[in-house]
């Protein structure tokens, strides 16, 4: 069994400015697997013919699989809890884009033991695609 106490922090160890990354490259096989799991079969995703007569000109990745990069940012604080998260979509991702996504620290809510963090995600053009803010909980070891 992995010993958790070297690696899980003490509420006392975060600080606003700390931050988490994750970045991916976007292949047509996850989209069609995010798709299969989770039986959003909107043709704007898996239609290529569809999609051409749609604005976006092309397959869009759905916006909560993007989403996902920010829980993989959040997941590498060990032993935390997510509990929510705001969002705004703000341009479409596309297969084979890579997608980077951080989240900051920008407040720690002391009483209730949670932090508070701007979490962003950015193609490879620099441009934001998805930008918000989480709450996680860090409960007592």
Known sequence: MMDYGTVIKKWEDFKVGDST???????????????????????????????????????????????????????????SIYAS??????????????VSAESTIIEKLEEKRMLKLHTCCVNQNHEIVLDGEALLYIPQP
Not at 42 to 54: G, V
Not at 85 to 98: E, G, W
């Open 21 to 79: 990354n994750y970045a991916k490259t976007i292949t047509s096989a996850d989209i069609v697997m995010w798709c299969g799991l989770t039986g959003d079969m909107n043709p704007i995703h898996l239609d290529r013919e569809y999609s051409k007569k749609t604005q976006f000109k092309d397959i869009i990745v759905p916006g909560v699989y993007v989403l996902g990069f920010i829980s993989a940012t959040l997941g590498k604080i060990l032993g």
């Open 85 to 98: 998260q705001n969002v705004r979509f703000t341009k479409p991702v596309y297969v084979n884009d890579t």
